[in-house]
């Protein structure tokens, strides 16, 4: 693992690989020095950075200092999130993690974590807040200004405290470039058999129909809720994510029979393509649509990429249930339970739900929406407006997979079986039967 020498002995995550910036008030970022590193489950781990900015707030003046783990690890995730952090005005060392690495050893990582540690809403959030391993931040809470209702439910443990301040929030939804419809005269499916229909069409022009990647096992869970929101509703999706409902059921072996008739349309190998790539091929217009999470436009520079970008929501598949679902996850930010400075910790996180923060994170990275009704929505691209209303018509709002079940389960038990889907689908009644019994050994909420 890369130990960064900047942080305190407990600043340890088994597995973790990362880059280091100490941000302090709006002060620009200085010089970079290389750490050495080395590698457990990793050979050639990459070297992590720290870079110094001079504080706007000393102990003397202000709550002193904090540390911040970061799974923002894009380029522009990274420089979004400092200038965000910089807004705040308070002394923060940033430890960033690769983003999948970050997920997957959460579990290790949150035993020992930063101070301040970006995470989900919901139940990701409140399994952790359950084992007493966060920090309760109801009184950062009694201080917000322009956070909803809704937003302090998702943010709420199971004994009514808040252990989570949102930041923003990004609906799941298929993707596409607009140009690339205009010149093969495509319309936009509603329904299943008019979005096989155009898979077809795409295939016969020689596009590759649907991006596909489930590089750690998470990207497809996407494709998963959508498809049980669709066939089964909304409410059979959170009996099922609550552990209610048998894997083995017809219901959940609907989801898989349906989505086996978008396989033949998917890029191959799935499992060994990274999100990233999928987004470069339908940039590239290799591919012609792609499920996704609007944080897409994050890795896409050209402004002419960018503008060429538009999305729809997920086809009706069962008219019962139409397009009344959409997956809108919450991201943000939790204190650990013993935190190095707590005074310094609630102020950023205060500072992190206000308007001036995500401000700051949008100028730089608009791919998403601010969770603060506050923030000046003035300068929002068509993407984010589409999001917003998008959103905002929903008659139910899920969160995700690995967020609206027990976390452990939804990476080493449905995701396992997902990926295990995408390579062999005709296992999938042997599959489905090993989720189950696995199922049994979890206790949720």
Not at 74 to 90: I, S
Not at 189 to 194: A, G, K, L, M, Q
Not at 252 to 277: C, H, M
Request: hydrophobic letters at 40%; a negative charge.
């Amino acid at each position: 693992m890369t130990k960064p020498t900047e942080s305190s002995p407990k600043r340890r995550g088994a597995g973790l690989n990362r880059r280091d910036f100490m941000i302090g008030g709006t002060a620009a970022l200085g010089g970079a020095a290389l750490l050495a590193s080395c590698g457990d489950d990793d050979d050639a781990a990459p070297a992590a950075t720290t870079t110094t900015a001079a504080p706007t707030t000393t102990a003397d003046t202000g709550p002193g200092s904090t540390t911040l783990g970061s799974n923002y690890s894009g380029e522009k995730n990274r420089e979004a999130l400092a200038a965000a952090v910089a807004a705040t005005g308070v002394e923060t060392m940033i430890n960033t993690i690769d983003h999948n690495t970050y997920q997957e050893n959460f579990n290790t990582y949150i035993q020992q974590p930063d101070d301040v540690v970006s995470w989900f809403a919901g139940y990701r959030m409140r399994a952790f807040a359950s084992k007493g391993v966060l920090g309760d931040v109801s009184d950062v809470w009694s201080g917000l200004n322009g956070m909803s209702d809704g937003f302090r439910s998702a943010s709420s443990g199971l004994d009514g405290k808040q252990y989570f301040v949102p930041f923003y929030f990004y609906p799941w939804a298929v993707h596409y470039r607009k140009s690339l419809f205009a010149d093969n005269g495509y319309s936009i499916p509603t329904t299943w058999d008019e979005f096989k229909a155009l898979c077809d069409t795409m295939q016969a022009d020689g596009i590759t129909p649907l991006s596909a990647a489930n590089d750690g096992r998470w990207p497809q869970m996407g494709m998963f809720d959508m498809l049980n929101l669709r066939v089964n509703g909304y409410d059979y999706h959170v009996s099922l994510m609550g552990g209610n409902e048998s894997w083995e059921s017809a219901e959940v072996k609907n989801i898989f029979s349906t989505w086996s008739e978008i396989l033949p349309y998917y890029q191959p190998a799935a499992n060994g393509r990274t999100w990233e790539d999928g987004a470069g091929a339908l940039r590239e217009k290799e591919t012609g649509m792609y499920l996704i999470g609007t944080f897409l436009t994050s890795q896409y520079t050209e402004q002419e990429v960018l503008d060429d970008i538009d999305f729809f929501l997920f086809p009706e598949v069962n008219p019962e249930h139409g397009q009344d679902a959409i997956e809108a996850p919450i991201d943000g930010f939790m204190m650990a339970a013993s935190p190095d400075n707590e005074t310094a910790a609630k102020a950023l996180l205060g500072g992190m739900g206000s308007a001036p923060a995500i401000d700051a994170y949008i100028a730089v990275d608009p791919s998403v929406v601010a969770a603060n009704s506050n923030a000046d929505t003035s300068g929002y691209n068509a993407l984010q407006q589409r999001s917003a209303e998008a959103v905002g018509s929903a008659k139910y709002i899920a969160q995700f997979l690995d967020r609206d079940t027990d976390p452990d389960f939804a990476a080493n038990v449905a995701g396992v079986g997902i990926a295990d889907f995408l390579g062999s689908p005709d296992s999938i009644d042997t599959i489905l039967a090993d989720i189950e019994a696995k199922k049994q050994t979890y206790d949720f909420e």
